[in-house]
């Protein structure tokens, strides 16, 4: 039940970001341009970090547990064989997104941060759309949030 009480309340944080640009106007949109093309090219390679660390943590989790068990009542060796074997593909996908993160950061850039900016800042039809898509997710978490106290 936490986890959904969760997803409600990442539904209404969400939903501020979306409800933001209207609210903020075009005016002072303008003048937080510059800095919010870098948060929006930003997201996603926050977002692949956040996958890379939690992935990370789980393997680190995954083979201390596997540790602990092979110290009491050892190990096979296709089990090892199978960590190192995962380990060594988490690595390698690490250092290719090592290595194309400043492309994709700037593709990203490119492609969405600066068209999604100008939309913002230029056309009020798109600031009013992401609005309503904001009290749309607001009430949808909210909705999510009391029914979860309700049943519990």
Not at 30 to 57: D, H, N, T
Not at 101 to 118: Q, S, T
Request: cysteine-free; glycine content about 8%; aromatic content about 14%.
């Amino acid at each position: 039940m936490k986890w959904i009480n969760l997803f409600g309340l990442i539904l209404q944080f969400v939903s501020f970001w979306f409800a933001a640009p209207e609210l903020l106007g075009q005016s002072t949109m303008q003048r937080f341009e510059k800095g919010l093309k870098k948060l929006v090219s930003a997201i996603p390679l926050i977002i692949i970090l956040i996958f890379v660390l939690s992935y990370a943590l789980a393997t680190a989790g995954y083979g201390i547990y596997k540790g602990l068990k092979g110290a009491e009542q050892g190990l096979e060796e296709n089990e090892l064989m199978n960590y190192f074997i995962t380990m060594g593909v988490a690595f390698a996908f690490y250092f290719v997104f090592l290595i194309f993160a400043k492309r994709i950061r700037r593709f990203l850039e490119k492609r969405v941060a600066n068209p999604l900016i100008d939309k913002l800042i230029n056309q009020g039809e798109v600031r009013k759309q992401a609005l309503i898509i904001g009290a749309i997710l607001f009430s949808i978490g909210f909705l999510i949030q009391a029914i979860i106290i309700i049943l519990t």
